[in-house]
């Protein structure tokens, strides 16, 4: 079995029997990249010497029998809008192209910890707003299930590496939806922790009170490994659960014979009848397991994409003003005055969607408006979380089709707001700050993924990953790889 | 220009006073927060606004500002809120300052401070906690943006616009700080920025309703500069009024900040407020609500100091000094250290507060020094006051004691008296008696008075003997030997 | 729905401190509108009496306090580094009005 198709624990444990050394896990990385990043398009940038070095590193570790972490010679990519210490940081903007992150994000610290080794950034919406990675200042990724079409986004970049089989762990953001969609679309598992579960320090902010970072892998049990190495309570970020996690990989492996799954049927009546298809069948999997399926009320979600656009583009319009070009980033060249060092600097540094959000998210926030926009819509979110409270007394788990449709073709989405509308599955469970994993569930007639979405009542990470796990026992999706990258 | 009682003009006054928090760390970060060093030596990713970065509260600094809450009598609020303020500019490190604007910490208050002998109470609206900007310092072409102060924690303390004058204005900041001074929650420097002081003022017709447009004059360095400030203000206001008598009042005096230049004696225009400044202030999601227990609060109200005004009527019930004195003293940390220090060794409260506020401050004035900085020691205050007391010496050699004491820091008056053969007082009878008997015999009118029963004759008795012997003469002698004489005259 | 002008985008961009092209004003004036008017189902909603939301977790009640020490700094070389551009330790922008 190939290297590059190995599990996190599989690499590892190998790595640790002495089978295989991290210098040749790395080496073989890295020729993957050369060889199919042409055409892939996933990274900004690599980080080879900090990868070999740390992999020299382990291999003496090793030979002197030290002790070694949980994700001992791993290779991982990161998703550019988080910080490594000393690399650049682009958020996948033109604004911060030289920008050197000086400290290091705190599941950096983790990962780092049990000895993970950081191939590279990868590509990424422009600070992490899109949904097919499109938005980036660079490049353009691509799906590897389908090279014309979209990975999805905005964590794209990192959901094409795993997809790929560069890597068996990136990480990525969720604000909307920015983890799930991509893993959706390109077939692999995408987990968005209860709000407040992984640390944010040193994520580049985009939505304050939504944002969290999770793994993209190939399997549950990765994502549940990287899950406990990056949740930790982090006492430099003041919305860090101050709780114990409980162990998830333990958990996962619990029967889920009598377990509910709640099914807003309601919700998914637009739901076209291929990808209607497909969500029935995976819910009958989810019956012959033993759950139980029931309906549930969450026709409330039918407001989520305009509460997100206003929620989002408010706090995104705040955490963006420090890109000034004063202390950091791309400074207009032809800049005389400070409001020329503002005005031009953020005219050249942000793309039309950035601009598009923050002018969105000024004007929900300006006098006169803000009562009727910002204020409403927080308490419209008030409802989403009350409607989903009332749902888990129903149930144990949600499930959903986590996109409406699967991988589109690259530029064929051109209005924004029906950009927008790809999140309608997602965007709920970022606004009631609920744990929520897609999940492969099955194909298109011409091969491109469709994802499932399990979300869980807050703190429910335990049964998501149960949940999750035993579908996937039973499907096995994860066996199949895109042709060109097996 | 002083507001006359007859001036059909009322003047409105509100102020806001920023004062940097002597916590250790700063208010989200744990960078030191220490005036002085060299720029940007004292920076985390998190107050130079680095990408990622997120707020952390200091717990210090929300216990300076329930102190605050507490000493002034003001509610505490036991649920407030962060908000972000908007706007850009090179000091502000992320374009945002986290301030209170909905659900500050501090609510109501009251300031009780003496205006020309007269106590005068004060209301404070609320007060807030917020983090401070960078320093930005200017040059010709352009500016260099040091962030050591940028999140240094502020307590904004913002009064009711219940000022009419002046004087009352300064009477309030100096209150303030007094209280300030006391917690030990601020160094409350005004030339370093520590204690910044902005007014609001605006004039109106006596018994008009509703307030015209008001100016905001920022950053005064010192009280007396307050004053001034507000002085130019008010004449400058009422003036333009007056001018404009046809013109709607609203468009003679435009909302604008100014600063004060003590130079040119006048306000400076700094920039209009076209519109009000749109600051889109809303809940900072990186924060959660501040939460303090009742037990908390109680424990801090229980750990507060003296507090100035307790110190003052302390003063005036049990020292019996007059509550002008007492507020001068009480109100200011130094000078009350020292005064109760010198009390330790002296018991005559109004002689040593006369001595500190009048005689030794009007001769340390010139020095420019408060007597607290100087080497003259409270026992030494003391001991002098002790030794007037007692008879030792008469009031007049105790100035000029007083002034030897100015001259050489830190030598005991006791030795200045041994030195000095004209501090002695005169103790020889044989020298003191003649002039006693030439005393009686000149006012015969005045023993025979005491004999009578009026003591006030015999204070004038003395007085006339200090008086012929140059103030020099033991006063214990002068009585005795005054006693003496005049009980072997024969009563009438 | 608010009557949006190419004025009010004008005025927006300048609070949010983006210099807008007329042309790229009037693209974000066709998407604002579009958006805002999607925006609308909200007025649906009855939300009488329904408090804004503040925290998402029924576990996250109140802020964390940090202890008043002093913490590891940023050096002040790797700070100045990032500067586009600086002069005598300091971050250097271009003349700014006094603003106090």
Same mark, same amino acid.
Request: some cysteine; glycine content about 6%; proline content about 6%.
């Given at each position: 079995?190939?290297?590059?198709?190995?599990?996190?624990?599989d690499?590892t444990?190998?790595?640790?029997? $002495?089978?295989?050394? @991290?210098?040749?896990i790395?080496?073989?990385?890295?020729?993957?990249?050369?060889?199919?990043?042409?055409? =892939?398009? @996933?990274?900004?940038?690599?980080?080879?010497?900090?990868a070999?070095?740390?992999?020299?590193?382990?291999?003496?570790?090793?030979?002197?029998?030290?002790p070694?972490? *949980?994700?001992a @010679?791993?290779?991982?990519?990161?998703?550019?809008n988080?910080n490594?210490?000393?690399?650049?940081?682009?958020c996948?903007?033109?604004? =911060?192209t030289?920008?050197? %992150?000086?400290?290091?994000?705190?599941?950096?610290d983790?990962l780092?910890?049990?000895?993970?080794?950081?191939?590279?950034?990868t590509?990424?919406?422009?600070? %992490?707003? $899109?949904?097919?990675?499109?938005n980036s200042?660079f490049?353009?990724?691509?799906?590897p299930?389908?090279?014309?079409?979209?990975?999805?986004?905005?964590?794209?970049?990192?959901?094409? %590496?795993? @997809?790929?089989?560069?890597?068996?762990?990136?990480?990525?953001?969720?604000?909307g939806?920015?983890?799930?969609?991509?893993g959706?679309?390109?077939?692999?598992?995408?987990?968005?922790?209860?709000? $407040?579960?992984?640390?944010?320090?040193?994520?580049?902010?985009f939505?304050?009170? =939504?944002d969290?970072i999770?793994?993209?892998? *190939?399997?549950?049990?990765?994502?549940?490994?990287?899950?406990?190495?990056? $949740?930790?309570?982090?006492k430099?970020?003041?919305?860090?659960?101050?709780?114990?996690?409980?162990?998830?990989?333990?958990?996962?492996?619990?029967p889920?014979?009598?377990m509910?799954?709640?099914?807003?049927?309601?919700?998914?009546?637009?739901?076209?009848?291929?990808?209607?298809?497909?969500?029935e069948?995976?819910?009958?999997?989810?019956?012959?397991?033993?759950?139980?399926?029931?309906?549930?009320?969450?026709?409330i =979600?039918?407001?989520?994409?305009?509460?997100?656009y206003?929620v989002?583009?408010?706090?995104a319009?705040?955490?963006?003003?420090?890109?000034?070009?004063?202390?950091?980033?791309?400074?207009?060249?032809?800049?005389?005055?400070l409001?020329?060092?503002?005005?031009?600097?953020?005219?050249?540094?942000f793309?039309?969607?950035?601009?598009?959000?923050?002018?969105?998210?000024?004007?929900?926030?300006?006098?006169?408006?803000?009562?009727?926009?910002?204020?409403?819509?927080?308490?419209?979110?008030?409802?989403v979380?009350?409607?989903?409270?009332?749902?888990f007394?129903?149930?144990?788990?949600?499930?959903?089709?986590?996109?409406?449709?699967?991988?589109?073709?690259?530029?064929s989405?051109?209005?924004?707001?029906?950009?927008?509308? %790809?999140?309608?599955?997602t965007?709920?469970?970022d606004?009631?700050?609920?744990?929520?994993?897609?999940?492969?569930?099955?194909?298109?007639?011409?091969g *491109?993924?469709?994802?499932?979405q399990?979300?869980?009542?807050?703190?429910?990470?335990?049964?998501v990953?149960?949940?999750?796990?035993a579908?996937?026992?039973?499907?096995?999706?994860y066996?199949k790889?895109?042709?060109?990258?097996? | 220009?002083?507001?006359?009682?007859?001036?059909?003009?009322?003047?409105?006054?509100?102020?806001?006073?920023?004062?940097?928090?002597?916590?250790?760390a700063?208010?989200?970060?744990?960078?030191?927060?220490?005036?002085?060093?060299?720029?940007?030596s004292?920076?985390?990713?998190?107050c130079?606004?680095?990408?990622?970065?997120?707020?952390?509260?200091?717990?210090?600094?929300?216990?300076?500002?329930?102190?605050?809450?507490?000493?002034?009598?003001?509610q505490?609020?036991?649920?407030s809120?962060f908000?972000?303020?908007?706007?850009f500019?090179?000091?502000?490190?992320?374009?945002?300052?986290i301030t209170?604007?909905?659900?500050?910490?501090?609510?109501?208050?009251?300031? &009780?401070?003496?205006?020309?002998?007269?106590?005068?109470?004060?209301h404070?609206?609320?007060?807030?906690?917020?983090?401070?900007?960078?320093?930005?310092k200017?040059?010709n072409t352009?500016?260099?943006?040091d962030?050591?102060?940028?999140g240094?924690?502020?307590?904004?303390?913002?009064?009711?616009?219940?000022?009419?004058?002046?004087?009352?204005a300064?009477?309030?900041a100096?209150?303030?700080k007094?209280?300030?001074?006391?917690?030990d929650?601020?160094?409350?420097n005004m030339?370093?920025?520590?204690?910044?002081?902005?007014?609001?003022?605006?004039?109106?017709?006596?018994?008009?309703?509703?307030?015209?447009?008001?100016?905001?004059?920022?950053?005064m360095?010192?009280?007396?500069n307050?004053e001034?400030? /507000?002085?130019?203000?008010?004449?400058?206001?009422?003036a333009?009024?007056?001018?404009?008598?046809?013109?709607?009042p609203?468009?003679?005096?435009p909302?604008?900040?100014?600063?004060?230049?003590?130079?040119?004696?006048?306000?400076?225009?700094? #920039?209009?407020?076209?519109?009000?400044?749109?600051?889109r202030?809303?809940?900072?999601?990186d924060?959660?609500?501040?939460?303090l227990t009742? &037990?908390?609060?109680?424990?801090?109200?229980?750990?507060?100091?003296?507090?100035?005004?307790?110190?003052?009527? #302390?003063?005036v019930?049990?020292?019996?000094l007059?509550?002008?004195?007492?507020?001068?003293?009480?109100?200011?940390?130094?000078i009350?250290?020292?005064?109760e220090?010198?009390?330790?060794?002296?018991?005559?409260?109004?002689?040593?507060a006369?001595?500190?506020?009048?005689?030794?401050?009007?001769?340390?004035?010139?020095k420019? /020094?408060?007597?607290?900085?100087?080497?003259?020691?409270?026992c030494?205050?003391?001991s002098?006051v002790?030794?007037?007391?007692?008879?030792?010496?008469?009031?007049?050699?105790?100035?000029?004691?007083?002034?030897?004491?100015?001259?050489?820091?830190?030598?005991?008056?006791?030795?200045i008296?041994?030195?000095?053969?004209?501090y002695r007082?005169?103790?020889?009878?044989?020298?003191?008696?003649?002039?006693?008997?030439s005393?009686?015999?000149?006012?015969?009118?005045?023993?025979?008075d005491?004999?009578?029963? #009026?003591?006030?004759?015999?204070?004038?008795l003395?007085?006339?003997?200090?008086?012929?012997?140059g103030?020099?003469?033991?006063?214990?002698?002068?009585?005795?030997?005054?006693?003496?004489?005049?009980?072997?005259?024969?009563p009438? | 729905m608010?009557q949006?002008?190419k004025?009010?985008?004008?005025?927006i961009?300048?609070?949010?401190?983006?210099?807008?092209? !007329?042309e790229?004003?009037?693209?974000?004036?066709?998407?604002?509108?579009?958006?805002l008017?999607?925006?609308?189902l909200?007025n !649906?909603?009855?939300?009488?009496?329904? !408090?804004?939301?503040?925290?998402?977790l029924?576990?996250l009640?109140?802020?964390p306090?940090a202890?008043?020490?002093?913490?590891?700094?940023?050096p002040?070389?790797?700070f100045?580094k990032?500067?586009?551009?600086?002069?005598?330790?300091?971050?250097?922008?271009? !003349?700014?009005?006094?603003?106090?």
């Amino acid at each position: 079995m190939s290297l590059h198709t190995l599990s996190m624990h599989d690499i590892t444990s190998r790595f640790q029997k $002495g089978e295989v050394s @991290a210098t040749e896990i790395v080496k073989h990385t890295f020729a993957r990249i050369e060889k199919f990043e042409p055409s =892939l398009d @996933a990274f900004l940038s690599l980080c080879k010497e900090r990868a070999l070095e740390k992999a020299e590193k382990l291999d003496l570790k090793k030979k002197q029998n030290q002790p070694l972490g *949980r994700l001992a @010679a791993v290779p991982i990519a990161i998703k550019d809008n988080i910080n490594v210490e000393g690399e650049i940081t682009t958020c996948g903007s033109k604004f =911060l192209t030289n920008f050197r %992150a000086p400290f290091n994000a705190t599941v950096i610290d983790l990962l780092e910890k049990e000895d993970a080794i950081i191939i590279g950034k990868t590509n990424c919406d422009e600070f %992490a707003m $899109g949904s097919s990675t499109e938005n980036s200042a660079f490049k353009k990724t691509k799906n590897p299930w389908k090279l014309s079409c979209a990975p999805g986004g905005s964590s794209g970049g990192s959901a094409a %590496a795993v @997809a790929a089989r560069i890597v068996p762990l990136a990480l990525g953001s969720d604000t909307g939806g920015s983890i799930r969609q991509p893993g959706s679309l390109c077939g692999i598992i995408g987990f968005k922790p209860t709000y $407040g579960w992984v640390s944010r320090y040193g994520l580049v902010a985009f939505g304050s009170s =939504l944002d969290q970072i999770g793994p993209l892998t *190939r399997s549950v049990a990765d994502a549940a490994l990287a899950m406990e190495v990056m $949740g930790k309570h982090d006492k430099l970020d003041s919305t860090s659960i101050p709780k114990e996690r409980p162990p998830l990989l333990s958990e996962m492996k619990k029967p889920v014979a009598g377990m509910t799954i709640g099914v807003p049927w309601q919700f998914l009546e637009d739901l076209e009848p291929e990808y209607k298809k497909s969500f029935e069948e995976s819910i009958k999997v989810c019956k012959s397991l033993g759950m139980k399926v029931v309906d549930v009320d969450l026709s409330i =979600l039918k407001y989520s994409v305009a509460i997100y656009y206003i929620v989002a583009t408010a706090e995104a319009s705040t955490n963006l003003a420090r890109f000034d070009g004063v202390r950091y980033g791309v400074r207009s060249k032809v800049a005389k005055t400070l409001d020329e060092v503002y005005d031009l600097s953020r005219q050249d540094g942000f793309g039309p969607e950035v601009k598009r959000r923050i002018i969105l998210g000024t004007f929900v926030l300006s006098s006169g408006y803000q009562d009727a926009y910002y204020r409403k819509a927080q308490k419209v979110r008030s409802l989403v979380i009350k409607k989903y409270k009332e749902a888990f007394e129903k149930c144990d788990l949600i499930a959903t089709p986590t996109s409406p449709f699967s991988a589109f073709e690259l530029g064929s989405i051109k209005d924004p707001l029906q950009m927008y509308l %790809a999140d309608i599955y997602t965007i709920g469970a970022d606004l009631a700050g609920l744990p929520a994993m897609s999940l492969p569930s099955g194909f298109t007639q011409d091969g *491109r993924p469709i994802g499932l979405q399990l979300t869980g009542p807050q703190l429910g990470e335990p049964t998501v990953f149960q949940g999750a796990a035993a579908f996937e026992d039973a499907t096995q999706f994860y066996k199949k790889i895109p042709e060109l990258f097996v | 220009m002083k507001q006359e009682k007859t001036s059909p003009w009322e003047v409105i006054i509100g102020l806001e006073i920023h004062a940097e928090l002597n916590t250790k760390a700063k208010l989200f970060s744990g960078a030191p927060n220490h005036f002085g060093d060299e720029p940007n030596s004292n920076i985390t990713p998190v107050c130079t606004g680095m990408p990622g970065a997120l707020p952390v509260l200091n717990k210090e600094a929300v216990r300076k500002a329930v102190q605050f809450g507490c000493a002034v009598g003001a509610q505490v609020a036991k649920f407030s809120q962060f908000d972000r303020k908007s706007y850009f500019y090179p000091d502000n490190p992320r374009n945002f300052q986290i301030t209170q604007f909905t659900h500050p910490i501090v609510i109501g208050g009251k300031i &009780d401070a003496m205006v020309d002998g007269e106590e005068k109470h004060f209301h404070i609206h609320h007060a807030h906690l917020e983090d401070d900007a960078g320093m930005l310092k200017h040059f010709n072409t352009f500016a260099g943006v040091d962030f050591n102060r940028a999140g240094v924690p502020l307590l904004e303390i913002v009064s009711e616009p219940c000022m009419h004058t002046p004087k009352e204005a300064s009477a309030y900041a100096s209150a303030v700080k007094a209280i300030l001074d006391a917690i030990d929650a601020s160094d409350c420097n005004m030339e370093e920025g520590s204690l910044r002081v902005d007014v609001n003022i605006s004039v109106r017709k006596k018994g008009e309703p509703g307030f015209r447009n008001k100016t905001e004059i920022k950053n005064m360095n010192s009280f007396s500069n307050l004053e001034k400030a /507000l002085h130019y203000e008010i004449g400058h206001q009422i003036a333009e009024y007056e001018k404009n008598q046809d013109k709607n009042p609203l468009d003679v005096i435009p909302q604008a900040t100014y600063r004060y230049d003590p130079d040119q004696g006048k306000t400076i225009l700094m #920039r209009r407020k076209e519109q009000a400044d749109d600051y889109r202030y809303f809940p900072e999601p990186d924060l959660l609500p501040l939460v303090l227990t009742e &037990d908390f609060i109680e424990e801090v109200r229980k750990g507060l100091p003296e507090l100035p005004l307790q110190k003052e009527k #302390r003063y005036v019930e049990e020292l019996k000094l007059s509550p002008p004195t007492a507020f001068a003293i009480a109100y200011d940390k130094k000078i009350a250290v020292y005064f109760e220090e010198c009390l330790k060794y002296c018991q005559n409260a109004k002689s040593v507060a006369n001595w500190i506020l009048i005689e030794f401050a009007g001769r340390l004035k010139d020095k420019n /020094l408060t007597l607290a900085e100087t080497a003259i020691g409270p026992c030494h205050v003391a001991s002098l006051v002790k030794n007037i007391d007692n008879g030792t010496i008469s009031g007049k050699i105790a100035k000029s004691i007083a002034d030897d004491m100015v001259e050489a820091p830190g030598k005991d008056p006791e030795e200045i008296i041994k030195e000095n053969l004209a501090y002695r007082p005169i103790t020889d009878p044989a020298v003191i008696a003649p002039i006693v008997d030439s005393v009686i015999s000149a006012n015969m009118q005045s023993a025979q008075d005491f004999i009578a029963g #009026r003591d006030r004759a015999f204070a004038f008795l003395v007085g006339q003997v200090m008086k012929k012997t140059g103030g020099s003469a033991s006063p214990e002698l002068v009585n005795s030997l005054l006693k003496q004489k005049i009980s072997e005259i024969t009563p009438k | 729905m608010p009557q949006i002008t190419k004025e009010t985008v004008g005025y927006i961009a300048k609070l949010a401190r983006i210099a807008c092209s !007329e042309e790229q004003k009037e693209k974000i004036l066709h998407d604002m509108k579009e958006i805002l008017s999607y925006i609308e189902l909200l007025n !649906e909603v009855d939300t009488e009496g329904v !408090e804004p939301c503040n925290i998402v977790l029924d576990c996250l009640t109140q802020t964390p306090l940090a202890d008043d020490v002093c913490g590891p700094c940023m050096p002040k070389e790797t700070f100045l580094k990032l500067a586009p551009d600086q002069i005598a330790g300091m971050v250097r922008v271009p !003349e700014v009005l006094k603003q106090g």
